[in-house]
């Protein structure tokens, strides 16, 4: 399946000597990896093998692999971004050199703010749009919030682009792309399931050594019937029997690996939307 994603990176091939794809697990970032051109040579630093070669110096790594490089799940080793900086400053002016993937971690985040603001080019990743999944094209209706339209181009654009039935399909299927390959109700409950557990004992028990995995795992089946609600930290707290701070932390954690989004509500007053 084509994902719009390919577009974007080439386009940001063009404009950055880095491009960083950062995204929830399983959401695509590796199959995206897949469909660079020729000549691009990609490391997976949750292989064993693939781990040692870069970790042992990646200065060295860097200066014998100048270009057409991608790193798979980056934030496993620090000491990378530092070594980017240093590759990137020597040839500035050279794009398209490096393309590095990460999930589930603020220390990705913090990293590339860090080490590589103004040379990197960032793409957050989302799972398979509506869109995506019917193969069809992105409606123009949402290019209208960002460029000057008539009032007969909006109302026109509102036409429906699906059936109920496709929509809610989509809701409760998700937009992940093994289960929507795989398309057994059976398996989506059971890859749903181990997701849910490999997110949090594999990635917020690591990085968070100090969570309370029990509440923590309560909170996300919590977070799910949040959905288009407006958030509140005390009724939230409550329910999980937790502090307003951990509650608020607990967000937090979600937001850092992907799996939530604040919308903010829209206002015209920039100050009323900021605060």
Same mark, same amino acid.
């Given at each position: 399946m084509n994902r719009a994603y390919e577009t974007l990176l080439n386009e940001y091939i063009g404009y950055f000597?880095?491009?960083a794809?950062?995204?929830a697990r399983q959401c695509g970032k590796t199959t995206l990896l897949s469909t660079l051109p020729e000549g691009?040579?990609?490391?997976d630093l949750e292989k064993q093998s693939d781990f040692q070669i870069l970790s042992q110096d990646p200065d060295l790594f860097l200066r014998l692999n100048p270009e057409k490089v991608a790193i798979d799940e980056s934030q496993l080793e620090p000491d990378l971004f530092p070594? !980017?900086?240093?590759? $990137?400053?020597?040839?500035?002016?050279?794009?398209?050199? /490096?393309i590095i993937t990460g999930s589930s971690s603020p220390r990705l985040i913090?990293?590339?703010?860090?080490? !590589?603001?103004?040379? $990197?080019g960032i793409i957050e990743m989302a799972p398979f749009? /509506?869109?995506e999944v019917k193969k069809k094209l992105s409606p123009a209706f949402y290019q209208l919030f960002t460029e000057r339209a008539s009032v007969e181009d909006f109302i026109k654009e509102l036409r429906a682009h699906g059936s109920i039935r496709d929509v809610h399909d989509f809701w409760f299927r998700g937009g992940y792309p093994e289960p929507w390959l795989n398309t057994g109700k059976r398996f989506h409950s059971i890859w749903m399931n181990q997701y849910t557990g490999t997110y949090v004992y594999r990635d917020v028990a690591r990085l968070f050594p100090g969570i309370n995995e029990n509440r923590f795992r309560m909170f996300i089946q919590l977070l799910a019937g949040l959905s288009g609600t407006v958030i509140n930290y005390s009724d939230v707290a409550r329910a999980l029997g937790v502090s307003q701070p951990t509650a608020h932390d607990y967000f937090e954690i979600?937001?850092?690996s992907f799996l939530w989004r604040n919308i903010p509500a829209y206002t015209r007053n920039p100050v009323k939307r900021i605060v």
């Open positions: 000597p880095c491009v794809i950062i995204g691009w040579k990609i490391y070594a !980017l900086r240093v590759a $990137i400053d020597n040839d500035r002016q050279n794009k398209g050199r /490096f913090r990293a590339i703010s860090e080490s !590589l603001a103004g040379r $990197i749009s /509506f869109f979600a937001h850092g």
